[in-house]
């Protein structure tokens, strides 16, 4: 009597196999490896600079987030046409402020126009970061925003100004009005830079 021939493996139950197998490693790899990887956190959140508008009263920022957009286009650095980089002068919407210190130096300024027009344009001011788990849509990669401005017209900034999380304006011209906003975190290697944001709302002036 001749020895049986074990019966051959199906090809259908084969490619199952494989896909079990390959499903098991896959699903293996992102609970015990990807999980302990930190995830990347967006910070588009900002809040109004408190302002001194007496001796004795001062206007303390609302909790909640004064800037959260989704931006139209992809933010794009702006220049500035001041000679010393401390001095920042915007020629087009005719503002200008001094930065207080070096630990703005090698800063850019990202203009996003929001989607839902509250607003002409916010500039986030942003200086690098070395943190790689940083990322915020309204900046570059390798930047983390430490202000914003808003800029508004004359009709925005008057369907705008009586939101409870819109700030006192830093200034303002024959065209528009400004804010001065500040962000609410930063990444690990600036958590403890001090950046003079009411010290840059005291030198804010409008052209």
């Known amino acids: 009597m001749e020895p049986s021939t074990p019966p051959a493996v199906r090809p259908g139950l084969l490619i199952i196999l494989i896909v079990i ?6 699903y293996f790899a992102w609970y015990f490896i990807g999980q302990n990887q930190a995830v990347p956190m967006p910070v588009d959140t900002f809040t109004p600079v408190a302002r ?5 009263q001062t206007i303390s920022p609302s909790p909640s987030p004064s800037v ?3 931006p139209s286009v992809s933010p794009s ?12 002068k915007n020629s087009v919407y005719g503002f200008s402020f001094t930065f207080p210190g070096d630990q703005w130096k090698d800063y ?12 002409a344009k916010y500039i986030y001011f942003a200086v690098p970061t070395t943190d790689k788990t940083w990322k915020e849509s309204n900046v570059g990669a390798g930047y983390a925003s430490a202000m914003a401005v808003a800029v508004y017209t004359k009709a925005q900034w008057d369907q705008v100004k009586n939101e409870p ?11 528009y009005v400004f804010t001065v906003t500040q962000a609410q975190a930063a990444p690990t290697d600036l958590i403890n830079t001090k950046f003079g944001i009411s010290s840059i709302d005291s030198s804010f002036k409008a052209q």
Request: hydrophobic share 40%; net charge negative.
């Open 21 to 26: 197998v390959l499903a098991g490693a896959g």
């Open 108 to 119: 850019k300024a990202f203009e996003v126009i929001p989607e839902d027009k509250s607003a």
């Open 77 to 88: 650095p702006s220049a500035t046409t001041s000679v010393n980089w401390k001095n920042y």
């Open 52 to 56: 001194i508008t007496t001796a004795t």
């Open 165 to 175: 999380n819109i700030g006192a304006p830093a200034g303002q011209n024959d065209m």
């Open 68 to 70: 959260s957009i989704s």
